[in-house]
Protein backbone atom coordinates (compact mmCIF):
# COMPACT_ATOMS: atom_id res chain seq x y z
CA UNK A 1 0.00 0.00 0.00
CA UNK A 2 1.33 3.48 -1.03
CA UNK A 3 0.79 5.94 1.69
CA UNK A 4 0.79 9.85 1.66
CA UNK A 5 1.62 12.47 3.83
CA UNK A 6 1.17 16.46 3.30
CA UNK A 7 3.01 19.56 5.21
CA UNK A 8 2.50 22.72 4.20
CA UNK A 9 3.93 25.69 6.53
CA UNK A 10 4.23 29.81 5.57
CA UNK A 11 7.39 31.32 7.33
CA UNK A 12 8.36 34.68 6.90
CA UNK A 13 11.79 34.94 5.04
CA UNK A 14 11.69 35.27 1.12
CA UNK A 15 11.65 32.44 -1.58
CA UNK A 16 15.32 32.59 -1.56
CA UNK A 17 16.43 32.25 1.62
CA UNK A 18 14.02 29.09 2.09
CA UNK A 19 15.24 28.07 -1.34
CA UNK A 20 19.15 28.80 -0.37
CA UNK A 21 18.47 26.99 3.21
CA UNK A 22 16.70 23.72 1.95
CA UNK A 23 18.65 23.04 -1.12
CA UNK A 24 21.61 22.78 1.13
CA UNK A 25 21.86 18.93 1.87
CA UNK A 26 24.44 20.40 5.23
CA UNK A 27 20.86 21.29 6.67
CA UNK A 28 19.17 18.06 6.64
CA UNK A 29 20.62 17.45 10.11
CA UNK A 30 18.85 20.18 11.70
CA UNK A 31 15.80 19.87 10.58
CA UNK A 32 16.02 15.93 11.05
CA UNK A 33 15.20 14.39 14.73
CA UNK A 34 18.13 14.44 16.79
CA UNK A 35 16.99 10.75 17.76
CA UNK A 36 17.84 10.00 14.37
CA UNK A 37 21.44 10.33 14.60
CA UNK A 38 21.19 11.65 11.05
CA UNK A 39 24.72 11.72 9.56
CA UNK A 40 25.22 13.26 5.57
CA UNK A 41 28.14 10.53 4.58
CA UNK A 42 28.56 12.37 0.89
CA UNK A 43 30.32 15.14 0.66
CA UNK A 44 30.17 17.91 2.81
CA UNK A 45 27.04 19.32 1.96
CA UNK A 46 28.33 22.48 0.61
CA UNK A 47 27.25 22.09 -2.57
CA UNK A 48 23.45 23.41 -3.33
CA UNK A 49 21.41 20.47 -4.94
CA UNK A 50 20.95 19.38 -8.24
CA UNK A 51 19.24 17.04 -10.85
CA UNK A 52 20.65 14.11 -10.67
CA UNK A 53 22.97 14.34 -7.47
CA UNK A 54 22.88 11.37 -5.24
CA UNK A 55 23.11 11.79 -1.52
CA UNK A 56 23.80 9.04 1.08
CA UNK A 57 22.83 8.90 4.69
CA UNK A 58 23.04 6.96 7.82
CA UNK A 59 20.12 7.45 10.17
CA UNK A 60 18.35 5.73 12.42
CA UNK A 61 14.96 5.72 12.05
CA UNK A 62 13.56 3.20 15.08
CA UNK A 63 15.63 1.98 18.03
CA UNK A 64 19.12 3.65 17.39
CA UNK A 65 19.81 1.00 14.44
CA UNK A 66 21.75 2.73 11.45
CA UNK A 67 20.67 2.51 8.32
CA UNK A 68 21.56 3.39 4.93
CA UNK A 69 19.78 5.66 2.94
CA UNK A 70 20.67 6.50 -0.44
CA UNK A 71 18.34 9.68 -2.37
CA UNK A 72 18.89 10.96 -5.88
CA UNK A 73 17.41 14.49 -6.40
CA UNK A 74 15.49 14.01 -9.74
CA UNK A 75 13.99 17.42 -10.68
CA UNK A 76 14.64 20.74 -9.29
CA UNK A 77 13.51 24.31 -10.50
CA UNK A 78 14.78 26.90 -8.82
CA UNK A 79 12.45 28.71 -6.21
CA UNK A 80 10.07 26.71 -7.18
CA UNK A 81 10.43 23.05 -6.32
CA UNK A 82 12.63 19.99 -6.24
CA UNK A 83 12.15 16.07 -5.89
CA UNK A 84 14.27 13.77 -3.96
CA UNK A 85 13.27 10.09 -4.40
CA UNK A 86 14.80 7.02 -2.48
CA UNK A 87 17.16 4.41 -4.29
CA UNK A 88 18.15 2.92 -1.62
CA UNK A 89 17.02 2.77 2.01
CA UNK A 90 14.48 0.95 4.61
CA UNK A 91 11.09 1.83 1.81
CA UNK A 92 10.15 0.00 -1.22
CA UNK A 93 9.08 3.76 -2.67
CA UNK A 94 9.78 7.23 -1.38
CA UNK A 95 9.41 10.31 -3.33
CA UNK A 96 9.75 13.46 -1.53
CA UNK A 97 8.68 16.80 -3.74
CA UNK A 98 9.44 20.48 -1.88
CA UNK A 99 7.91 23.65 -3.26
CA UNK A 100 7.98 27.09 -2.10
CA UNK A 101 5.60 29.45 -3.45
CA UNK A 102 6.09 32.91 -2.86
CA UNK A 103 2.99 34.86 -0.02
CA UNK A 104 2.45 37.69 1.04
CA UNK A 105 4.64 38.55 3.37
CA UNK A 106 7.11 35.63 2.87
CA UNK A 107 7.08 32.26 1.62
CA UNK A 108 4.42 28.84 1.71
CA UNK A 109 6.55 25.24 1.81
CA UNK A 110 4.52 22.62 1.22
CA UNK A 111 6.41 18.79 1.69
CA UNK A 112 4.35 15.95 -0.06
CA UNK A 113 5.87 12.70 0.46
CA UNK A 114 4.48 9.50 -1.43
CA UNK A 115 6.24 6.29 0.80
CA UNK A 116 5.64 2.52 0.41
CA UNK A 117 7.04 -0.18 3.13
CA UNK A 118 7.97 -3.48 1.95
CA UNK A 119 6.93 -7.11 3.15
CA UNK A 120 3.40 -6.35 1.99
CA UNK A 121 1.19 -7.27 4.79
CA UNK A 122 3.98 -7.33 7.57
CA UNK A 123 4.76 -3.45 6.34
CA UNK A 124 0.93 -2.88 6.57
CA UNK A 125 1.42 -3.35 10.16
CA UNK A 126 4.36 -2.03 11.15
CA UNK A 127 2.80 1.04 8.91
CA UNK A 128 0.10 1.04 11.62
CA UNK A 129 1.83 -0.05 14.56
CA UNK A 130 4.54 2.32 14.29
CA UNK A 131 6.12 3.68 11.14
CA UNK A 132 2.89 5.99 9.97
CA UNK A 133 3.68 8.01 13.64
CA UNK A 134 7.07 8.22 12.81
CA UNK A 135 6.90 9.56 9.62
CA UNK A 136 5.04 12.01 11.16
CA UNK A 137 6.52 12.94 14.08
CA UNK A 138 9.46 13.68 11.93
CA UNK A 139 7.60 16.34 10.04
CA UNK A 140 5.99 17.43 12.94
CA UNK A 141 9.62 18.24 14.47
CA UNK A 142 10.52 20.18 11.04
CA UNK A 143 7.68 22.29 11.58
CA UNK A 144 8.23 23.48 14.94
CA UNK A 145 11.63 23.72 14.36
CA UNK A 146 10.85 25.82 11.40
CA UNK A 147 8.39 27.99 13.12
CA UNK A 148 11.33 28.58 16.07
CA UNK A 149 13.97 29.44 13.55
CA UNK A 150 12.19 31.02 10.96
CA UNK A 151 9.42 32.35 13.12
CA UNK A 152 5.55 31.63 11.76
CA UNK A 153 3.12 33.63 8.98
Partial sequence: MVYKIERVQRLPISIGHAWD?????????????TDMTFELTSGNGD?????????????????GIKLFWMTEITHV?????????????????WHHK???VEVPGGVEMTDVVW??????????IAHALFVKKKVQAIFDYRYKLLGDKFGSL
Fill in 47 to 63: EKIHAGQILTYKVAPIG
Fill in 115 to 124: YELPFGFIGR
Fill in 77 to 93: VHHSYFVDEQRRGPYTL
Fill in 21 to 33: FFSSPKNLEEITP
Fill in 98 to 100: HTF
